[in-house]
């Protein structure tokens, strides 16, 4: 028999969105530095069988995994604050878990049973669960230690029941040692007088306890640290001992979570209640995470100090919900922090920068031309449908002519095509075929594989390599420097649009250099970058999926470097961190 993955549980209650993905993911990074090897899962209680399909507005941000998952933003938290490379299977969702019950069904495999959601709706999420919670996420190969398992939706929601009654059973499944439920709840500031209040609480642990389920630990989201007696107060009614209790109040970052939770002793907690004592980890490994604790630190230290500003401006379709760009929000942070600035972002909605905006609202159009002319750099994000797509063409465009720096991803890299065939090559009637399908000249294509009626999951997704062009442009170009030189580099992708390959010679014979493409047929743009001009590099896949808080995505590293003067020095080998005590790896 193998080792036994340990299980920490991390369920919410009182409202949703209180915290439990960056909870859930500081607790799995304060165990990685102790050396153990740590996955995560995320449960979503929703019938949809992935994220796929939903609005960025309605859900946030769809992460993309190498395998082409389509998964809920919080499994981007684990990959960035773990370091793991996760699949599809670590994002459960009701939708899939009822699909492989009812298939099971249909084969015949309940042999003329009833099928009710107790037992078998609940032994297919523990199973799973155990199954996907051995499986190695990380490049060590090594099966992991601890399983982090987030348990979406708020305790006592309809869609959350089967989900909450599998981990009661599973308690009993994997054993007492082996299981650790933290309880993530709110503690309001309620009135002029502003008492905190423990009763929210209070009655969320009553409904846990009902269903079957006792916190061990509980993580309670205030805005300020507890006063004087709420800790006890909290222990007493909520049946934990007062160490067990963590105020997880508001910081200076995110990045601070992790130091907040190991100041007030959770790894204690945790070593205690799991019995991690007993694991044996080798020493080179304890040594590791002892250096990646110590980088943390140093990461959270620049995010807190008055480093010097560098403004982008991202011109997006989403920006009233910053959920929607959160990828791309923490490669910029990622990438500030490690060649010492802090970056500030004036979110631009696209669609302000048209002309017709200038008609029906002004005061909007100035105001967002104010935005982007303010910036040191421009960054166009993907996104999906016609609305904003000339506001982004002419962000592409202003980057273009004024010599800003500009990163272009995905419809940010087609925009930028359209733009450059309009203005530079001639062709003034250049559009893609997503939005003008009989459009007389199409400079973005449907690619001749993707299927056109079914939406869910059909796209060009996951990782995919991309090789960099043998030309003297293409083996000189900043894109490929600032990948170290690497020949090949696999990123991963969403789009069902490319750039039309007949249109690929005359864009570079005036100086729009494709200079990488995929490396199955050679005939796919996915690296562009433009002749004469500081830094305007665009790509057809998302380096933003693979940014880490220690180990930023290169080309927006590029795009902060070129925003900040330091670009050309950074590029002759220059070391931008000569200052600080503690190097990132970068």
Known sequence: MGKQTKYIVVSGGVISGIGKGIIASSTGLLLKTLGLTVTSIKIDPYLNIDAGTLSPLDHGEVFVLDDGGEVDLDLGNYERYLDVTLSRDNNITTGKIYREVIDKERRGDYLGKTVQVVPHITNAIQDWVERVGSVPTSESGRTPDVCIVELGGTVGDIESAPFIEAMRQFQFRVGHDNFCLIHVSLVPVVGAVGEQKTKPTQASVRDLRGLGLSPDILACRSA??????????????????????FSVHDCESLYHVPILLQQQGIIDVLTDRLKLDALKIPQEITHEGEVLWSQWREFAR????????????????????ADSYISVVKALEHAALNVNRKVKINWVEASDLEEQTMHKDPLKYHEAWQHLCAANGILVPGGFGERGVEGKVLAAKWAREHKLPYLGICL???????????????????????????????????MPEIDRTTMGGTMRLGSRPTKFQDTKFAQSCKAK?????????????RHRYEVNPEIVKQLEENGMHFVGRDAETGERMEILELEGHPYFVAAQYHPEYLTRPLGPSPLFLGLLLASSGQLEDYLNGADLSAEAETKLKM
């Open 302 to 321: 620049r995010r807190a100090r008055d480093l010097d500003q560098t403004t982008i401006a991202i011109v997006g379709k989403y920006t009233y919900l």
């Open 412 to 446: 940010g890299l087609q925009v930028a095509v359209m733009e450059f065939a309009r203005h530079v090559c001639g062709m003034t009637n250049a559009h893609s075929a997503e939005f003008r399908e009989n459009c007389e000249m199409p400079a973005v294509v449907f």
């Open 224 to 245: 300020h640290p507890f006063e004087e007696g709420i800790r006890e107060k909290l222990s007493m009614f909520c049946q934990v001992s007062p160490k067990q209790v």
């Open 481 to 493: 420097k600032l990948y170290g030189n690497a020949e090949e580099v696999h990123e991963r992708h």
